[in-house]
């Protein structure tokens, strides 16, 4: 791969040290990466390629609700849509591989515009419900290489010693958009519906894929014909934790939107609620942001977010007054951005430069996937469980990590403690 700049040209030295520079010593201060241009074009192009994404989630419920009566039909398209989206990822990441990386993403972006367009038109008209099922799965099919892909440009967009903090601070970016779209959403759904909300996010891919003529290029290597996490069983528990972590994330957050009418309060203010989700996550992720977490002890640090997550999730369950859970979803994410950063950090480090975005894609496609079936659990549990009573399904999960990641982390101390020196095991295993 070679890093180019939006001209064609050729920086040197190419900033491409990938696996090295994730475990180079974070040294090099916030300040030099946020001053980097190529890193701001790059945060510029990816934040608007993520907002309507974000604005998805409120925005598909809403939409379905306009086009059949139904917020439960509104959250099974939101949740179908991310589940498609991440079962179609890692083979979208593979085909992303194989060319230009920025062009691909282009293609990306105009064609999301497209389907939203569509689809708020098939809303106004409130065709079948089945169409608009085989609408999210081409919307799914244009989005799902978006995040993974980004992902893997960034080692084009930053100098190599910057590599690691740069994906916490993505990390955080992810939840400024996350807080961002739900608020935009929101506005647009007071003003003009589901429609205007399909619209705007339409708007809004089009100058994603627009901002994308100011990145840097990363041009395409030979490709392994292999699925990279074949061979991989350090990459495979890695996409696993991003599964669990989605699909625990994606019924507590999709849930939020049904909590309203529990308070008196319409769907259409659940925006809000969800801003407030965000604010939590994102106050977690300036934390790492300025002290990224180091590689050691990896599985007990990610036991203990875990852990923690679960913890900060039950009083949200038990909160009797919307004030109550409004106050409740400000920390409820704290260790939202933690987790997420280290385990995209701990990718990086483990990867080379080849299958960039397959990797990324194929971890980042767990999420979605988790986030998907997370939100298809809360569509089909909300009636005969109670919409109170959700969270409680992501306290389980997030818990029972926890306690698997912790007996790793002691397994492996016992391990050392018998005398096998580090360098005798496998990075892979």
Known sequence: ????????????????????????????????????????????SSF???????MS????????????????????????????????????????????????????????????????????????????????AAIAYSICVIWGG?????????????????????SLMVEVSYGAGPLLATGLAVLGGAIAVLIGMALIALLAGISLFGVVRLCPQPTARTHILRHRRDLRVLVALAFSL?????????????????????????????????????????????????????????????????????????????????????FASLMLVPISGLGSAELEARIGQVQRAEAFSSYLAATMIGVGLGGVLNGVLVLPLGAQNIPYLTVGIFTLVAVILGASALRQDRVSRNGIPSGMRSPRG
């Open 1 to 44: 791969m070679m890093a180019r700049d939006s001209t064609g040209s050729e920086p040197s030295p190419p900033p491409l040290a990938a696996s090295a520079a994730a475990l180079v010593d974070v040294r090099d201060g916030i300040g030099g990466l946020i001053t980097q241009r190529t890193w701001q074009r790059w945060t510029l």
């Open 48 to 54: 608007l390629a993520r907002l309507p994404i974000t």
């Open 57 to 136: 989630l409120l925005g598909l419920v809403l939409a379905g609700q306009a086009a059949t009566g139904s917020l439960a039909t509104g959250a099974r398209l939101a949740g179908f849509t991310t589940f498609c989206a991440g079962l179609i990822g890692p083979l979208r990441g593979r085909l992303l591989d194989r060319g230009e990386l920025r062009a691909g993403l282009q293609r990306s972006c105009f064609v999301y515009c497209v389907l939203l367009t569509l689809f708020a038109i098939c809303v106004h008209f409130k065709v079948a419900v089945f169409v608009l099922y085989a609408l999210c």
């Open 150 to 170: 980004f992902r893997a440009l960034l080692v084009a967009a930053v100098r190599p010693e910057r590599l690691r903090r740069a994906h916490f601070v993505e």
């Open 246 to 330: 989605g699909l625990g994330f994606g019924a507590f957050e999709s849930n939020v939107t049904q909590r309203m009418p529990q308070y008196g309060l319409s769907p259409n203010v659940g925006g809000l609620f969800l801003l407030l989700l965000a604010i939590g996550s994102m106050a977690g992720g300036i934390f790492v942001s300025l002290r990224p977490i180091r590689r050691h002890r990896t599985a007990l640090k990610a036991s203990a977010l875990f852990a923690g997550f679960a913890a900060l999730l039950v009083p949200s369950a038990l909160a009797p007054t919307a004030y109550t859970y409004a106050a409740c979803l400000l």
